[in-house]
């Protein structure tokens, strides 16, 4: 995999899997697993944890018919498949989100997810999108490689072997978990140790001393975010969110829940094993081999890493990316050059017990709201859930400010159907309208922070907006854009338009009360 001469291809007699991955099939079952150890029933896709890698070449169709065959109704038995970071550009009924654009699947039944990620590569991944389910494990990752990505000169390895999973997991049902709570223990790639759990084996990213790798770091956790590094490795940061940025060089990568990054490493040290450390935002420890995976060279014995006194200097800063191409932010380069300005203000009710943003809680609607625009109902105050639908209109510059420290601390908002430019990034008072970094999603920052983003509403449909953290969604942090609600003319399938009288005949107990 070096030079420039790759052709679509050799990309794809490569990749194997790539090629059978856009027609194929996920199984979505309950199993009993033990991924640290400690037994627990979970959600399995194609009978693993994480579900399998799906691969592809930049413009290549994806047809994945997943089927439902759970059957432990405490973790939810219907489901959904989101794409997460892939804009669905006219195909907004295939982005998997419950409720805004498609209803659930019914247990024992299947839906073809049948979609092309036109002008898209990079790293992305894919979830349940229906209430705390993918934090049960239905989650896994995405690659979209380019035969004609402008880094390929600068590694010579980048295949399923180099992608890093980071998961948060959890020795209860996530309906029993609390704010306060933190994960028994952080999984890479499916592997992890817990507190006075036994020792098992950890995943292990395996090198040959001299040869570069393009790692693609994906945070597919519920909850907490990170701070990755590599004892006494630095890396090259040339991918935020499926988006190529400026090669900058760092020591370790923050990343949030629902960011990925690429980053070049080069395997310069000596033939040993080295900690891989994913340090999350809660009090913990790297002892015994807890939220750790192993580096090892070819040639070191098959042991864990000695600790090394190696002193991280040199953090990833949102602030400091910036995008390769197109790299100005839409609009004009000053304040309140745009078409739309939305101030975005999130706080806690303690009255009702969950988030308001702008003064409303995010409530799922019991009609899709995708189904409400092709029905004609078109008004922001015709749609629901009410207060949290936003119509905005075609082919606009759209400014959204997210203040930031209330309610706690930081927030990680995704913004489905778009990649957007952040002008103003958590920690920073700078705006930069000129060559910010663009990406899906980004922290609102802490007090005093106004992270302000900017993006084009050229993808019809609506699209939610929300914290990555599953409980907060579930909790109601969350807000759906409807653009073009006038003209959305979407071709929806036979098999869309049968998920919902599917979905509605089931027991009320099943839709309104454990899978509410």
């Known amino acids: 995999m070096t030079g420039n001469s790759r052709s679509l291809l050799t990309l794809c007699l490569t990749f194997v899997s790539s090629c059978v991955a856009l027609n194929t099939q996920l199984v979505i079952s309950n199993a009993k697993i033990a991924p640290d150890g400690f037994a627990h029933d979970a959600i399995v896709v194609n009978g693993d944890y994480p579900g399998p890698v799906l691969t592809a070449v930049k413009g290549e169709r994806f047809q994945i018919k997943v089927k439902n065959v759970l059957v ?77 990505d402008p880094y390929l000169d600068m590694y010579d390895v980048d295949d399923t072997s180099t992608i890093l999973t980071i998961s948060d997991w959890y020795h209860v049902n996530a309906y029993d978990i609390t704010g306060t709570d933190n994960p028994d223990a952080i999984l890479i790639n499916g592997r992890g140790r817990y507190e006075g759990g036994p020792p098992v084996p950890l995943s292990v990213l395996s090198v040959v001393q001299g040869k570069r790798y393009r790692i693609r770091l994906m945070n597919m956790a519920c909850k907490p975010s990170f701070v990755f590094s590599i004892d006494s490795h630095t890396f090259t940061v040339i991918e935020a969110d499926s988006e190529n940025t400026l090669p900058l060089a760092v020591d370790s990568v923050p990343i949030l829940v629902g960011q990925r990054y690429s980053i070049i490493l080069n395997a310069n040290q000596t033939v040993d094993n080295y900690w891989i450390r994913t340090n999350p935002n809660y009090n913990t420890t790297f002892a015994g081999g807890l939220n750790s995976a192993i580096l090892r060279y070819e040639g070191a014995p098959r042991r864990d890493p000695i600790h090394r006194n190696w002193t991280l200097n040199n953090p990833l800063s949102e602030s400091n990316l910036r995008a390769l191409e197109s790299p100005a932010a839409p609009g004009l380069p000053e304040a309140g050059g745009v078409d739309v300005s939305l101030n975005l203000v999130s706080v806690w009710d303690d009255n009702i017990g969950r988030f308001l943003i702008n003064g409303y809680s995010y409530t799922s609607p019991t009609t899709p709201i995708l189904l409400q625009l092709l029905t004609g109902q078109l008004t922001a105050s015709q749609l629901q ?36 430019s952040v002008v103003r990034s958590a920690g920073s008072d700078i705006y930069n309208y000129y060559n910010p970094v663009r990406r899906d999603t980004t922290s609102n920052g802490v007090g005093g922070d106004n992270v302000t983003i900017r993006f084009r509403t050229d993808n019809s449909g609506p699209w939610l907006f929300h914290c990555h953290i599953d409980w907060h969604l579930e909790l109601g942090m969350a807000v759906v854009f409807a653009q073009d609600a006038g003209d959305i003319s979407l071709g929806t399938s036979g098999a869309w338009n049968q998920l919902c009288p599917i979905y509605d005949e089931l027991p009320s107990i099943i839709r309104n009360g454990s899978e509410s």
């Open 385 to 420: 859930p009410y207060g949290s639908v936003y119509t905005l209109p075609p082919n606009k510059t759209i400014e959204l400010s997210v203040p930031g420290g209330q309610p706690e601390e930081y927030h990680p908002f995704h913004l489905h159907g778009h990649s957007f």
């Open 72 to 148: 432990d109704e405490s973790m939810n038995k219907s489901t959904t498949v989101h794409w997460h970071g892939i804009k669905q550009r006219s195909s907004n009924e295939m982005d998997g989100t419950a409720m805004v654009t498609q209803c659930p699947i019914a247990s024992g039944h299947s839906f073809m997810y049948d979609f092309t990620p036109a002008n898209q590569s990079g790293s992305f991944w894919y979830h349940s999108h229906y209430t705390l389910q993918y934090c049960e494990g239905l989650r896994g990752p995405v690659v979209i490689y380019d035969p004609l």
